[in-house]
Nanobody, 119 residues
Framework: QVQLVESGGGLVQAGGSLRLSCVASGRTFSSYVMGWFRQAPGKERDFVAAIIWSGGSTSYADSVKGRFTISRDGTKNMVYLQMNSLKPEDTAVYYC????????????WGQGTQVTVSS
């Protein structure tokens, strides 16, 4: 069982930056993929970024490439999402998620943290 807790959301002006954090507990993450997703009101939940715990390979949605960076700190069991050059379209609830490397779907989720970008 894995528990995930996000933090770092808030209100920021367009062009500003935020860093989201996710602390994980309950199981080793050496065999896990960690991801960030977001969901705007009335919209479906969309993939944002992911990182393979072992090795650190990353992937990003096209909409955030060049602006967002996902990273991890194994000693702290934390995953981060650095968000720069924020746009109003980035406004959403952001969720931290995890899956085993042998799973195709994320089956562990945090409760989410609100990010609001004003114009």
């Amino acid at each position: 069982q894995v528990q995930l807790v996000e933090s770092g959301g808030g209100l920021v002006q367009a062009g500003g930056s935020l860093r989201l954090s996710c602390v994980a507990s309950g199981r080793t993450f050496s065999s896990y993929v960690m991801g960030w997703f977001r969901q705007a009101p009335g919209k479906e939940r969309d993939f944002v970024a992911a990182i393979i715990w072992s090795g650190g390979s990353t992937s990003y949605a096209d909409s955030v490439k060049g602006r967002f960076t996902i990273s991890r700190d194994g000693t702290k069991n934390m995953v981060y999402l650095q968000m720069n050059s924020l746009k109003p379209e980035d406004t959403a609830v952001y969720y931290c998620a995890a899956r085993s490397t042998w799973d195709s779907e994320y089956n562990y989720w945090g409760q989410g943290t609100q990010v609001t970008v004003s114009s």
